[in-house]
């Protein structure tokens, strides 16, 4: 019996769907992570490419739209357990060029911008408040990394009782691996996994 089997055989994997009301919720798509260099590497930039024409979708369709940013105070009294972990995070302050949102996906007047200090932007911030006064029931997921930060996002959304959907092709991480075996749990468990193209047309529909 292959994993798949045993999955299919307890019911899990069933579809939630695409609501009435849905949001694109942009994680960390920020300098840092696009850079190799830094916390990048892998299919992320891969992924901010493939999200720039559903940002312009999204903003076509008068979508709500968030995008969450990792930033810490530049004396570091707010870092906690995540930086002693990943110590190279505490850089990610106000000012930082490497916390800056990647240009080509920079916010513009309406859309809300999330600081962060924990792995999901809902953790400790307005975010799932302001999705509930603008009337959302599902969030459309892009960013990095897929084995972390995006993970993370996706079940707080479904905690929150969001229908929530991964864009498998804008969503990537530092390694494939841990890409690819997150995107099946979440698929089976937490979210539909689409193609940000198949989104499109879904919504089109």
């Known amino acids: 019996m292959s994993d798949l089997d045993v999955y299919e055989k307890q019911n899990f994997g069933n579809q939630s769907g695409i609501g009435k009301r849905p949001a694109l919720l942009i994680v960390d798509f920020v300098n840092g992570f696009a850079d190799p260099e830094q916390f990048g590497g892998g299919n992320i930039q891969a992924a901010i490419d493939k999200t720039v024409g559903l940002l312009a979708f999204a903003r076509a369709q008068k979508m709500p739209i968030a995008t969450s940013r990792v930033v810490y ?17 505490a850089g ?3 000012d930082n060029p490497s916390s800056q949102i990647v240009d080509e996906l920079t916010p513009i007047d309406g859309e809300y911008v999330v600081r962060k200090l ?3 932007p809902f953790f400790g911030t307005n975010l799932a408040a302001w999705l509930i006064g603008k009337g959302v029931d599902t969030i459309l997921t892009v960013g990095c990394t897929t084995s972390g930060c995006v993970r993370a996002s996706v079940i707080d ?18 390694a494939l691996g841990p890409h690819e075996a997150n995107l099946f749990d979440m698929g089976q468990k937490y979210a539909d996994l689409m193609t940000a193209d198949e989104v499109m047309a879904a919504i089109k529909g």
């Open 73 to 89: 105070a530049d004396d570091g009294s707010d870092n906690g357990v995540f930086c002693i972990k990943a110590p190279a995070l």
């Open 92 to 94: 990610l302050t106000e």
């Open 118 to 120: 924990q792995p999901s």
């Open 157 to 174: 959304s479904l905690s929150y009782n969001f229908k929530t959907v991964v864009v498998t092709d804008c969503v990537g991480d530092r």
